[in-house]
């Protein structure tokens, strides 16, 4: 029986290695914007709105 990649004629290749990189890299963006959102909200609260900076961590 036919595995499902060679039944279309593709070799399982450097693809499956580009696709995990791919989706590391996504995460790390992703992590890294959560990351930076955060800060600069807690700023805005403080700074921006003129709340205490207790607020940040209640």
Same mark, same amino acid.
């Given at each position: 029986?036919?595995? /499902?990649?060679?039944? !279309?004629?593709?070799?399982? $290749?450097?693809? /499956?290695? =580009? ?11 992703? &992590?890294?914007? &959560? =990351?930076?959102?955060?800060? !600069?909200?807690?700023? !805005?609260? =403080?700074? $921006? ?5 207790? =607020?940040?961590?209640?």
């Amino acid at each position: 029986m036919p595995l /499902p990649y060679e039944r !279309f004629g593709q070799s399982e $290749g450097p693809r /499956p290695v =580009v696709a995990r990189l791919m989706f590391l890299l996504l995460l790390f963006c992703g &992590t890294i914007c &959560t =990351v930076m959102i955060v800060s !600069f909200m807690s700023y !805005f609260l =403080v700074e $921006g709105l003129g709340h205490q900076p207790w =607020v940040i961590s209640g």
